[in-house]
Nanobody, 123 residues
Framework: QVQLVESGGGSVQAGGSLRLSCTASLHTYSRYCMGWFRQAPGKKREGVAAINGDGSTRYTETVQGRFTISRDNTKNTLYLQLDSLQPEDTAMYYC?????????????????WGQGTQVTVSS
């Protein structure tokens, strides 16, 4: 049974930083493209960043230059460094996995999901 477990969320003031982690119980973890998504109340889930097994990355425009996605294939762990946080970054953040090389920011391309970790940014 596949499990993705996120951690690292919290409450910070604008301009602050957080580091999210996601540990996955996936066999052959390196073959999976991993993504971070977020969903604010009343809004659709959106792709934030994704990384494939060889480290190629993709970001949504609103976080480019502020967030950094990375992975450690030896630990089956995905990371998201969130810097220069703004109140509009407030959301539940989810990690997700898709079997394959293609880097996607579309939620429907991902078959495995974690339960989420809350990020709250105050002004």
């Amino acid at each position: 049974q596949v499990q993705l477990v996120e951690s690292g969320g919290g409450s910070v003031q604008a301009g602050g930083s957080l580091r999210l982690s996601c540990t996955a119980s996936l066999h052959t973890y390196s073959r999976y493209c991993m993504g971070w998504f977020r969903q604010a109340p009343g809004k659709k889930r959106e792709g934030v960043a994704a990384i494939n097994g060889d480290g190629s990355t993709r970001y949504t425009e609103t976080v480019q230059g502020r967030f950094t996605i990375s992975r450690d294939n030896t630990k089956n762990t995905l990371y998201l460094q969130l810097d220069s946080l703004q109140p509009e970054d407030t959301a539940m953040y989810y990690c997700a996995a898709r079997d394959g090389y293609f880097i996607s920011l579309m939620p429907w391309d991902y078959g495995y999901w974690g339960q989420g970790t809350q990020v709250t940014v105050s002004s």
